[in-house]
């Protein structure tokens, strides 16, 4: 039976396994430490002890691993049929994955039944060696169960070892699906993922417990492992110069892999209105992001206009949102919008640990804050320490006398 | 003396300038003027000052966090002493019988004293060893509170003292007054009296008092009878009294307030907010007196009438900062609200078994009521609460632009309990006779409602000042209280005349001199520079004849 | 017609700080109460019912949670708020789970509480922020999904209309019944109980099931059934310091317009 074992002959009782737990799942008694039912196996007892007196038991399926190759990306296209920019940002660091894998990188190409074959282009161009795709009408638009199902029967079919999907909407929607249906692990929102070198597993790391760790994640006994990255994570790791492609070159890459007949969507999109705040918020360039220590909602105009004068849009902190100063598609953080802008201005945010978790991202952050011992620092690339609202005062002065007047 | 002198020099007695702007008004949105101010931080810095104003009988008005709704903080010239920097808690004590006493100065600001308790902890610089031993057992005994609760938690504890400030939780926590334990209060003439509950006792109407200087004040009580309700209307008196009583709501005319020690209590087990609805304010009123001889729990009953909730309902569909407010249900005509505060679970839910059943009585329903029992339910109730007040005022603010004549016009009256009706009864059938807009809510468990008349107009503003004044009369008729809970200050002086007549405003004016012979302390409050003026030259005429006699 | 909402507890504050001695999690959250975006799932599942009601038809609320003993009390106060029955899953053996594992899980439950036809929870938990168990689910039970619902329109005969987020916007959806919704915070503030809901629910059953009661198969739940496993947390490193911008106000804003013109 699994479960977490304490090694009576290693364990002092030095109970740093009890400082370290967050649940209550390990007690000290007798100098002995003894799990709780409270425990939920999450192996911070085990960072903890310096013994290394704990360990978690598994019950391991012996299951055949070895048929299982390759490395999919699942290629989500937009409205038009343009291949979103996460895609390329996962197919480059697939390429990575792969080299150390020794294996081919495969991309997953749902898309509508008028395909002009640029998408794939692109793809193959971009570290794809091959790439799967479907045209078919209902898949327009994306139908996350429709995708799950297609995708399902070529991994029962192909076995891939790992299948990566960007953190969209969509792909927040899709990947549960496909794990569900394939019983295999998925973890959301890597910010990290690395082969190791002596077991080969997909080493995948997210933030846990708001950012203030981190946790590595393995599926050691399923496949394929697969993960969600947000988009701009692995920004770097896009292709920068693809190689030009011929058609010829394409056409044995490409293979087209039709969807079930029989699959009706059960999902109708009858509408759309365009996105609004909450994805300005996430894609923008600039940012200004306020918090309580603007002190009063008097002061929101202000930062509205250092936002308009730094053609930044406006964010803030949870806090902010509670307070009803500010909608919660404003909230930046890791309960509201991730935000990866080039600049961030951060203005009288203390930086819980929720709010650095979801700013992490950003290029540049200068931060504008009272308080010198305040966490934003730590994070902050340039540090101001001082009366925010003078400060934004100051700073607003100098920058619309700057600016050409038109 | 040399010891206070040396402190002399280190006090900046300032020219008030246009930086100062904000020390000139209170939340009462009155203006006043003065020529200096100063920011003292410890008793020694004020009795300095004020020895060093006494010589010229400068005037000098008292403030604290100006956070009071009638005007007692707003200065009528001379000196403005501002003690908003002393806010050291100073430290605490814990007496036989295990309960918590802390010590302050007078600008603690209450919601600071809230966080401190919450989470035990204080910066302990300067703490004697008895203070620091209950912090230590307050670490482990039940969390304490500080129980009055004006809703303005921004207030200093210095000027709820001052005014003794009340609330929503004053239905059985009652006024500030019985939560200050001791007092120490500067004079006029920088002499100090140290008063203790308990230690200086009045014998019948005569009181009798000894500074820390040696000064005796001989002090003739004056002769009215207070209300039996709520009441904040001029100095508390009664046969016997204890002497601390008399500097608690004498809104800054006595003496400057330099430390308080207040008296906690452990924070109630359980506390649940149960808003009930009701269709008709009628029953909402027999609710309310079903509540009082039934709820054995109660800590506050409020009430919010139709007119707020209207207000309310608009706020949530046209302001984003309301958006989140709970909706009232559809055709609910108004609210009592109750603050149960039990010893246990299942205290509260029989009190909520009598509560339901009582609602119902009273033509109400157990369906139409909200029950907040977790924090956040709480913190959406309180939300709720406060959005009332705070959406009349950006009312008003949009008023003004069209017509700044306008302002706020809130009473702040209170009744014995059989009167409630009857006074609910006057409010609505004069208000619809003078045509005027208003929105009534607050502390209905004490018959003291704040009615708000929401002037279109200058005319329908002055119309609702003289409202008032007839209320004044028909309350003071009624047995009751012109002022409640605000204060007299300078505002609401013609009710004070109108409640307790011109001889016992004359009776309290020689209090005063009693305590500030000079007069210099919170002019233009309570009662009329003019009356104090005309009081110090009949005395000084007296002893002029006296004199006279003596010398013949 | 009958509507699963599912519910999982989590700390009162997730506002989690770090202990700087130990280098550990201290974690202040109080009470545990309902993950705010499960609460926000209830009372769309309250709003719906109140609809039907008024044209007559009856609606099943069933409330669904797998936790510890104590989240009884949670599910006592959904009952309090509108629910009409409640089920919560109790059993060492599903410590651990991941989300696979508790999908299995709840879809036992689900089953034990008789098919619905439209499953609610929230987006995400506040403490996990995977956002995977409603799209799980929806595959286990072979259910329509729909996620990050922001209001529920109509639900009617074998059809269901919401508008939801997604990548491309604010749309306008109808899926099938059955259907799993996952909801957004902001679609609604959950109401308060009554007196009437506080004293009735005082009185109902929440029916609390161990893993083999409701036929979940030991193999697929807890940490034997979650492929995944944390194998090192550690703590994040801070970067190097930045650059501190000094002076007086005037000064520090001069050199701020000097920085955001280099660096952007």
């Known amino acids: 039976m699994a479960g977490l074992r304490v090694d009576e002959t290693r364990c002092i009782g030095c109970a740093r396994c009890v400082r370290a737990c967050a649940h209550g799942g390990i007690k000290v008694e007798h100098r002995l430490a003894h799990p709780t039912d409270a425990c939920v196996f999450c192996g911070a007892c085990i960072d903890a002890c310096p013994v290394d007196a704990i360990s978690i038991e598994r019950d391991e399926a012996a299951a055949d691993l070895s048929v299982y190759r390759d490395i999919w990306v699942f290629a989500q296209v937009d409205k038009g049929g343009a291949v979103l920019p996460v895609a390329f940002e996962l197919l480059g660091r697939a390429r990575a994955l792969a080299a150390q894998r020794a294996c081919a990188v495969v ?50 079919q192909l076995k891939p070892e790992i299948i990566l999907y960007g953190a969209t909407a969509f792909g927040r929607e899709l990947a549960p699906m496909v794990a569900v249906r394939l019983e295999t692990g998925l973890t959301a929102d890597c910010t990290r993922l690395e082969i190791d070198e002596a077991t080969g597993l997909l080493q995948q790391t997210r933030p846990a417990f708001g950012g203030n760790l981190m946790a590595t994640i393995e599926c050691p006994a399923r496949r394929p492992q697969m993960a969600t990255v947000r988009p701009g994570v692995f920004a770097g790791d896009a292709c920068a110069c ?66 308009r004068a730094l053609d930044a849009e406006l964010g803030c902190t949870r806090p902010l949102v509670e307070a009803g100063w500010l909608e919660y598609p404003h909230q930046v953080g890791q309960t509201g919008v991730s935000v990866a802008p080039e600049l961030l201005v951060s203005i009288g945010v203390s930086g819980a640990i929720q709010h650095l978790a979801g700013i992490s991202g950003a290029k540049t952050i200068i931060a504008i804050n009272e308080d010198a011992q305040a966490p934003i620092f730590g994070i902050a690339h340039y540090q101001v320490v001082g009366d925010a609202i003078e400060i934004v005062n100051n700073l607003v002065r100098e920058l619309e006398s700057a600016a050409p007047r038109l | 003396m040399a010891a206070i002198d040396e402190h002399a020099g280190t006090v900046r007695i300032v020219p008030l300038t246009h930086e100062h702007d904000d020390y000139l008004h209170d939340e009462s949105r009155s203006r006043g003027e003065a020529e ?113 609760d004006p809703t303005e938690a921004s207030a200093c504890l210095g000027g709820m003292a001052a005014c003794n400030a009340s609330g929503a939780r004053s239905y059985t926590h009652g006024a500030m007054r019985q939560h200050v334990s001791a007092l120490r209060l500067v004079l006029a003439s920088g002499d100090v009296l140290a008063l203790h509950r308990g230690g200086e006792r009045a014998h019948g109407r005569h009181l009798s008092l000894t500074t820390e200087g040696g000064q005796t004040l001989e002090i003739e009580l004056p ?62 009123l027999d609710a309310t007196e079903a509540m009082r001889s039934e709820l054995g729990c109660a800590a506050a009953i409020e009430y919010f009438d139709g007119a707020a909730l209207d207000i309310l309902r608009r706020q949530r569909t046209e302001s984003t900062a309301f958006s989140s407010l709970a909706e009232p249900p559809a055709d609910v005509a108004c609210c009592v609200y ?157 009710f004070l005349e109108i409640m307790y007549g011109r001889q016992a405003l004359a009776e309290m004016a020689r209090v005063k001199l009693a305590f500030d012979p000079c007069g210099q302390l919170g002019r233009g409050n309570l009662f009329g520079e003019e009356l104090l003026d005309a009081l110090r030259q009949a005395e000084a005429s007296a002893l002029d004849d006296n004199a006279e006699k003596g010398g013949a | 017609m009958h509507i699963v909402v599912c519910v999982k507890a989590v700390p009162a504050s997730t506002e989690v700080k770090m202990d700087p001695v130990t280098n550990t999690i201290v974690r202040d959250g109080g009470d545990a109460v309902v993950n705010p975006f499960d609460a ?96 799980e689910l929806a595959g286990a039970l072979d259910m329509a999904c729909v996620t990050d619902v922001r209001a529920l329109v109509a639900c009617e005969h074998d059809a269901v209309t919401v508008y939801a987020g997604g990548d491309a916007g604010v749309s306008l959806i109808e899926a099938t019944l059955p259907c799993v919704l996952t909801v957004a915070k902001e679609a609604a503030t959950l109401r308060m109980p009554s007196i009437a809901g506080v004293l009735a629910a005082e009185h109902a059953a929440v029916d609390v099931r161990g893993a083999a009661e409701v036929g979940a198969d030991a193999a697929r739940i807890g940490l034997s059934g979650s492929p995944t496993q944390v194998v090192r947390s550690f703590v994040p490193e801070q970067q190097a310091a930045g650059v501190e911008v000094s002076g007086d106000t005037t000064a520090q804003a001069k050199q701020l317009v000097r920085i955001i013109e280099e660096v952007a």
Not at chain 1, 109 to 138: K, M, S, Y
Not at chain 2, 40 to 65: F, K, M, N, Y
Not at chain 3, 58 to 79: F, H, K, N, Q
Request: charged fraction near 25%; charge should be negative.
């Open chain 1, 107 to 156: 991309a997953l190409l749902p898309q509508g039944p008028n395909g002009t074959g640029a998408p794939e282009r692109e793809l193959i161009a971009c570290g794809a060696d091959r790439v799967l795709t479907v045209h078919d009408a209902r898949m327009v638009p994306l139908d996350a169960e429709m995708c799950a199902g297609w995708i399902c029967g070529l991994a029962q």
């Open chain 1, 242 to 307: 693809p190689v030009t492609v011929s058609d010829d070159a394409v056409k044995d890459k490409i293979v087209t892999c039709p969807l079930d007949a029989s699959a009706r969507p059960r999902v109708r999109v009858l509408a759309t209105e365009p996105a609004q705040q909450g994805a300005s918020i996430a894609q923008a360039k600039r940012l200004v992001v306020v918090g309580r220590g603007i002190g009063s909602k008097k002061h929101l105009p202000l930062m509205q206009r250092i936002a």
């Open chain 2, 36 to 148: 200096s101010i100063s920011f003292p931080t410890t008793e020694d810095e004020v009795r300095s000052i004020l020895r060093s104003l006494h010589a010229a009988a400068t005037p000098i008005t008292v403030q604290g966090a100006r956070t009071g709704l009638a005007a007692g903080a707003v200065p009528h010239g001379g000196h403005v002493l501002n003690l908003s920097r002393m806010n050291r808690v100073l430290g605490m004590r814990r007496d036989d019988a295990g309960a918590f006493f802390v010590r302050v100065q007078p600008g603690v600001i209450l919601s600071e004293l809230r966080k401190n308790l919450h989470a035990r902890s204080f910066g302990t610089e300067g703490w004697d060893d008895v203070s620091l031993q209950a912090l230590h057992a307050l670490a482990d005994a039940p969390e304490q509170i500080f129980p009055t």
């Open chain 2, 223 to 284: 002769t009215y009878v207070m209300p039996a309700c709520k009441n904040a209307s001029g100095y508390f008196v009664e046969d016997g009294m204890d002497a601390i009583d008399l500097v608690i709501g004498s809104d800054g005319t006595l003496g400057v307030i330099s430390e308080l020690e207040l008296a906690l209590v452990p924070a109630p087990a359980v506390t649940w907010d149960v808003s009930c609805f009701f269709t008709a304010e009628h029953d909402a």
């Open chain 2, 338 to 494: 109750v603050e149960l505060q039990c010893a246990s679970e299942d205290e509260a839910l029989a009190e909520l078994t009598r509560l339901g059943a009582l609602v119902e009585r009273a033509g109400g329903s157990a369906e139409h009521t909200w029950v907040a029992r977790t924090e956040l339910d709480r913190e959406a109730l309180t939300f709720f609460r406060h959005a009332v007040p705070e959406s009349v005022n950006m009312l008003i603010d949009e008023r003004r632009r069209t017509d700044p004549a306008i302002t706020k016009l809130g009473s702040d009256m209170a009744v014995p309990n059989e009167r409630l009706h009857e006074v609910m009864d006057l409010y609505r059938t004069t208000i619809a006779k003078a045509g005027l807009e208003a929105a009534a809510w607050g502390h209905i468990g004490n018959n003291h409602l704040h009615v708000n008349i929401l002037p279109r107009s200058a005319a329908e503003y002055a119309a609702g000042k003289e409202l008032f004044a007839r209320w004044a009369h028909a309350v003071t008729a009624m047995g009751g209280a012109v002022s409640a809970e605000h204060g007299v200050g300078k505002l609401k002086r013609d």
């Open chain 3, 40 to 135: 926000t799932a209830l009372e769309l599942a309250l709003r719906l019912r109140e609809k039907r009601r008024a044209a007559g038809e009856d609606t099943r609320i069933s409330v669904l949670s797998m936790g510890i003993p104590a989240t009884e009390r949670l599910l006592r106060d959904c009952i309090a708020r509108g629910a009409t029955d409640a089920l919560l899953l109790s059993d060492r053996a599903f410590a651990g789970a991941d989300t696979l594992a508790t999908t299995h899980a709840l879809t036992c439950g689900i089953r034990e509480l008789g098919m619905p036809d439209l499953v609610l929870c929230g987006k995400m938990a506040v403490d996990g922020d995977t956002a995977q168990i409603g799209p």
